[in-house]
């Protein structure tokens, strides 16, 4: 009979190695602003029945009712390796590439089961993240300079298995988000840059259904983060007006549904499929306010510039005070406008047990493309329709611990042109590619 005191010790020794994920998904940034590789294994399949495959303890993550497929106390700790290749090409024959260094995505999980009915999880993630940068000088920086997002999600939740054909699940997260945002000015030149920091929260829910042994469906939610960041904002090396001061940042995460289902066809065989719904419509713009514009101090060349500026616009030259006024809150309120819309990802993956010890899997999605209006695509986030094509395997060495390894390809398959302008803008380039490589390892043990 297990004591409550070796409970303790188990729980205690779990939480511990789940935490410490905390101080590396402090660092964690990625290119592109959803995150999928919160699982190794699933990732090996495409994420294909995610949240309801019970091979690993992400399903807290993707959909907390499948913990109730986790017998006792697991933990798993994993790590996804990321490198981009982000080939632009000017019509006039410039090129540059927004590729930064390779970036880590780590995740850790905790799962207990307190009866044949409740179970209690803790997942440490990363769901958000972006690291790309360009030449502070190419063509088009007015369309982005640099970009990052770190993210780190704290997710307790809490699974009830209803009965045998019936789970249900759910969980809020406390999520951190830490931005840097650079981008040249179309006026004047120079560059806008922006950093800052927020705390909020978030929720997510989700059901299983088990209609026979070898069966299994589910779905689940994940609210979106209104994120409205605290921090620092600059203006540098503009010919009119610099300055900085404390400012905020303000975006909307979009809110995500996973549909996923999973089935044995036979003993040794897995086949899953998985369609993601994220509602980018909520992504409308990224704005930037600076708390107080006269922090914003015009330089010595200001007046010839304004007076330029205000004939430009159908004003006498005398005015150049009130075009400085009007230039100087333009400075002081940044906004990159996305008006995305609605994408969805669509995968399908397979498991197959080579002895019972070694599994290997394959998968293949398809992501459609968010951007709505291609000449409101950014430099900064550079996105268009996607395939993933992934392979992996999982060891067990003994029955309490399972090793997990996978790698990915994205490939941007969608339009991929870039304009001068969000509006009424001209074709300056394309992207000749739009490509991620993705490499994972896991470790989970059983207690």
Not at 80 to 93: E, M, Q, R, W
Not at 350 to 375: F, N, S, V
Request: hydrophobic fraction near 40%; charge should be positive.
């Amino acid at each position: 009979m297990t004591t409550k005191n070796s409970i303790f010790g188990k729980l205690t020794v779990a939480t511990a190695l789940c935490s410490s994920a905390i101080m590396c998904a402090s660092t964690a940034s990625a290119a592109g602003f959803q995150l999928t590789e919160q699982s190794v294994a699933g990732m090996g399949r495409a994420h294909a029945g995610a949240g309801i495959v019970g091979d690993d303890v992400s399903a807290i993550h993707f959909n907390p009712a499948g913990m109730t497929l986790l017998h006792g106390l697991q933990t798993t700790v994993a790590g996804t390796y990321v490198s981009l290749d982000i080939d632009y090409k000017g019509l006039k024959g410039e090129t540059e590439n927004g590729r930064d260094k390779p970036a880590s995505i780590p995740a850790a999980f905790l799962s207990y089961q307190v009866n044949d009915s409740l179970w209690l999880g803790l997942a440490i993630t990363s769901p958000y993240g972006m690291r790309i940068r360009y030449g502070s000088d190419w063509a088009v920086k007015e369309r982005g300079i640099s970009g990052s997002v770190t993210t780190v999600d704290i997710n307790p939740n809490i699974a009830w298995k209803v009965n045998d054909y019936i789970s249900l699940g759910g969980g809020i997260s406390a999520l951190w988000t830490h931005s840097k945002i650079k981008s040249g000015l179309p006026v004047g030149g120079g560059q806008f840059e922006y950093k800052g920091s927020d705390w909020m929260f978030t929720y997510n829910l989700g059901l299983m259904v088990t209609p026979t042994e070898d069966l299994r469906f589910g779905v689940s939610y994940r609210s979106s983060a209104h994120v409205t960041a605290r921090g620092d904002y600059y203006i540098r090396g503009n010919d009119i007006m610099n300055g900085e001061g404390d400012g905020k940042g303000r975006l909307q995460t979009p809110e995500t549904v996973y549909i996923s289902a999973t089935w044995k066809p036979i003993q040794r065989l897995r086949l899953s499929g998985l369609a993601r719904w994220a509602n980018w419509k909520k992504f409308e713009d990224m704005r930037f306010s600076m708390d107080n514009k006269d922090n914003l101090t015009q330089t010595s060349k200001a007046p010839l510039y304004l007076a330029g500026i205000a004939k430009q616009w159908g004003y006498p030259a005398s005015a150049g005070g009130l075009v400085g006024g009007i230039l100087q809150n333009r400075l002081a309120n940044v906004s990159i406008q996305n008006d995305w819309k609605a994408a969805w990802l669509f995968s399908l993956g397979a498991d197959l047990d080579i002895t019972d010890q070694w599994t290997i899997r394959g998968g293949i999605a398809l992501e459609t493309d968010p951007i709505k209006k291609q000449e409101l695509r950014t430099a900064l986030i550079p996105d268009t329709k996607r395939l993933w094509l992934t392979c992996g395997f999982s060891w067990k060495p003994t029955p309490k611990w399972q090793i997990d390894m996978a790698y990915g390809h994205i490939r941007g398959i969608g339009h991929r042109d870039l304009y001068d302008a969000a509006e009424g803008g001209t074709k300056v380039g394309k992207f000749e590619k739009m490509n991620a490589w993705m490499a994972g390892a896991a470790v989970t043990y059983r207690f």
